[in-house]
């Protein structure tokens, strides 16, 4: 168990949550649609600042050469997010929206909110800037570790989508394109892993409580902003899963942790700087058993690296990796001394690499096989990492991993990428507006816990997942107007969630399926929920409907115990032998005749009562 607070381990959350309010300057829906009928291709191009500074990161993405390709909807994109008309007014609901998730923490709301563009030129926007505007500040987030101050509320655009990339062209579908965003944006002040995953649950519930928020995979992502003592801030971007918050803050102090021990030992090494000397290799490879290598092959010695690229970071992610994340920008990979001879490369050829580079038992290289401006380029690009192996973490943006590991992406952005929005009038919050809000806020999660404690009598912890899953409505309509027992109302739910994964089963949860089921639920026996969800999300049709689908009849008391004794009848030999013990081994084949026809309770009270008869 590592010690954070000795490690001086410091994190920042930027949470980032689609609102269901339709697109932010036009009127356009945020709905997501996979046909296009228009299409628009663009390169984009960095802007200065007012002060004359050009973005590092916008720098670095322009390098690469991409262009973009934006698909478009006529349903669903007009000419304000294809960047060929002005943006219309701020959509009002979702600055109210805004309003009342700023007081809900307890934010000091600005006097006047100011649109900015935010220089974005990695294709995700069509203008090459997103628009954001200052809401409120100074905002409160509660966790069991302590408080955690919310320096900024925003409201901005979300991006387009990526589809796919063909070569140096990235293909964008732009339905998403404009969909307000809120981002809430803490403190560094998070010292535990845990902490921030606690602070990330309890800011989404609370804008979910606005019950504007969109639902699904996708519509709630989080940045985590990491750092330790003597490392560097490492953004990750991008976090979907609040389970993979606390996981990607522990490998990323384990990779911080192993940098600095690595760059200690280039310092201990006398490694000054790094030479990037590119040699062309091709002779070597000319009979190579390598089906990667199908052309040139260039190289690089790294001087006083030898060992170094091997070096775990990560769990399954070495140094290596790094160098190759920084060349992906060019090519698909690269080879490394540490791990040849492999993939077909024999010993020979890495000692006649060795030889050619000059390479000692000290020094570690990298090859590429590519074209030699391909090539030039990813080897620079690694010995640009190699350098700032050095210093140690250099400061990044980077992706999250299902496992928790994280990627390069780019530089992390620099503060010379706002400048003014002069297309939009700002909007006056004078206090009559902020009392109307005041007036009419939702609850918070922590209300709701109780409220649905205290007046339906069930367990807190019930409650609480009722409120997780967002389905504080449905429950209510479950006791007032369906009398569904709360434990099969969870059971419903838990059966949902497991069946969204599944093909064609809604990911998003469909609330008239499950009041649809909530109708008949006193038809359905435990064991028949999946059958009978499945039907009605495939059908669109009644409980009825769905029983009658899969052979799933009512049955009597008398029909349960006939089934039940044809059982015994059938199984005489295994009661003779072990007479009471005999009732786990006949419950299955019981089970199994009625067809979840009957519940698991009913059928095990029965069947005990006729095997005791029996007995007796």
């Known amino acids: ?12 959350l930027e949470i980032h949550a689609q609102l269901d309010t339709g697109k932010l300057f036009c009127h356009c829906p945020s709905d997501l649609v996979d046909t296009h009928d228009a299409a628009i291709i663009r390169r984009l191009r960095p802007t200065m600042s007012e002060l004359g500074e050009i973005d590092p990161a916008a720098r670095e993405e322009f390098k690469k050469g991409v262009m973009h390709e934006y698909r478009a909807s006529l349903g669903h994109a007009c000419l304000v997010y294809a960047d060929e008309e002005p943006p219309h007014d701020p959509n009002p609901e979702a600055v109210h929206t805004l309003l009342q998730i700023a007081l809900l923490l ?16 990695d294709g995700s926007n069509v203008s090459g800037f997103q628009r954001t505007a200052l809401v409120a500040l100074d905002g409160v987030a509660h966790s069991a570790y302590g408080t955690v101050r919310i320096p900024t509320i925003c409201l901005e655009e979300d991006a387009a989508r990526l589809v796919e990339t063909k070569g140096q062209t990235r293909v964008w579908n732009i339905d998403r394109l404009g969909t307000p965003l809120v981002e809430i944006a803490t403190d560094p002040s998070m010292h535990h892993p845990r902490q921030a995953r606690d602070v990330a649950l309890f800011l989404g519930q609370a804008m979910k409580a606005t019950r504007r928020l969109k639902r699904g995979i996708g519509t709630i992502r989080q940045d985590v902003n990491i750092s330790i003592a003597g490392g560097a801030r490492v953004e990750v971007k991008g976090v979907q899963e609040l389970a993979l918050i606390e996981d990607c803050v522990e490998r990323e102090v384990e990779r911080q942790v192993a940098l600095l021990s690595l760059r200690d030992e280039l310092v201990k090494r006398g490694v000054g700087g790094v030479a990037c000397d590119i040699v062309d290799l091709s002779d070597l490879f000319s009979g190579t058993a390598c089906s990667i290598i199908k052309g040139g092959v260039f190289g690089m010695r790294l001087a006083g690296f030898g060992g170094l690229p091997g070096r775990e970071v990560q769990p399954g992610r070495r140094f290596g990796t790094e160098l190759a994340d920084y060349a992906k920008a060019y090519v698909r990979g690269i080879f490394h001394s540490d791990e040849l001879p492999r993939y077909g490369i024999t010993q020979a050829e890495v000692d006649a690499v060795r030889e050619r580079l000059g390479a000692g038992p000290s020094d570690a290289f990298v090859l590429v096989a590519e074209k030699k401006g391909v090539a030039k380029k990813a080897l620079e690009a690694v010995a640009y990492r190699a350098r700032l192996a050095l210093e140690g973490v250099p400061n990044e943006t980077r992706r999250p991993l299902p496992d928790g590991n994280t990627q390069f992406m780019r530089p992390l952005p620099g503060k010379s990428r706002m400048y003014p929005e002069t297309d939009v009038y700002p909007i006056r919050v004078t206090p009559e507006r902020l009392a109307a809000v005041r007036a009419s806020l939702p609850e918070l999660p922590a209300e709701t816990v109780r409220r649905l404690a205290d007046t339906y009598g069930i367990a807190t912890e019930t409650a609480e997942r009722i409120v997780d899953w967002d389905a504080e409505e449905l429950f209510v309509r479950s006791q007032e107007t369906y009398a569904m027992p709360p434990n099969r109302v969870l059971r419903l739910l838990e059966t949902y969630a497991m069946l969204s994964k599944e093909p064609g ?10 009041e649809r089921f909530m109708e008949g639920h006193e038809k359905v026996t435990v064991e028949a929920y999946e059958g009978v969800l499945r039907e009605l999300v495939r059908t669109g049709g009644s409980v009825d409907d769905a029983l009658s689908a899969l052979g799933i009849s009512s049955v009597s008391e008398d029909d349960i115990r006939a089934a039940i004794r044809g059982v015994l009848d059938a199984n005489a030999a295994v009661i003779a032998e072990r007479g009471a013990e005999a009732f786990k081994p006949l419950m299955g084949p019981v089970m199994a005749s009625l067809r979840g026809k ?19």
């Open 106 to 121: 307890d934010a000091v709301v600005v006097d006047s909110i100011h649109f900015m563009r935010k220089i974005v030129i």
């Open 505 to 514: 089963m809604p990911a998003e949860r469909p609330d008239e399926v499950l």
């Open 598 to 616: 009957c519940d698991g309770k009913t059928i095990s009270a029965l069947l005990r009562e006729e095997l005791d008869a029996r007995l007796s």
């Open 1 to 12: 168990m590592r010690d954070y607070a000795a490690l001086g381990l410091r994190v920042g």
